[in-house]
Nanobody, 124 residues
Framework: QVQLVESGGGLVQAGGSLRLSCAAS????????MGWFRQAPGKEREFVAA????????DYADSVKGRFTITRDNAKNTVYLQMNSLKPEDTAVHYC?????????????????WGQGTQVTVSS
């Protein structure tokens, strides 16, 4: 069982930056690949970024590539999402999730555990 708690969301102007954190409970954090997803009002949940168990492999949605960076610190049981050059279209609730898969995946149905989400709002 893994519990995930996101933090770091907020209101920022376009062009600004935020860093989201996701703290995981338990001693097996390094056994899980991690992902970030987001959901805007009236839209489906979409993939943002993913990172492998060791942190050696990452994947990004085209819409955030070059602006967002996913990292993890297994000693702190935490995964991060550094978001730069934010745009109004990045406004959404952002969720972190954990998967037992060995490879990074964009599929939300491959993730076993989800956090409650943190709101990111980007004003124009």
């Amino acid at each position: 069982q893994v519990q995930l708690v996101e933090s770091g969301g907020g209101l920022v102007q376009a062009g600004g930056s935020l860093r989201l954190s996701c703290a995981a409970s338990g001693r097996t954090f390094s056994s899980y690949g991690m992902g970030w997803f987001r959901q805007a009002p009236g839209k489906e949940r979409e993939f943002v970024a993913a990172i492998s168990r060791s942190g050696g492999s990452t994947d990004y949605a085209d819409s955030v590539k070059g602006r967002f960076t996913i990292t993890r610190d297994n000693a702190k049981n935490t995964v991060y999402l550094q978001m730069n050059s934010l745009k109004p279209e990045d406004t959404a609730v952002h969720y972190c999730a954990a998967t037992g898969m060995l490879v990074v995946t964009r599929r939300p149905d491959r993730y076993n555990y989800w956090g409650q989400g943190t709101q990111v709002t980007v004003s124009s």
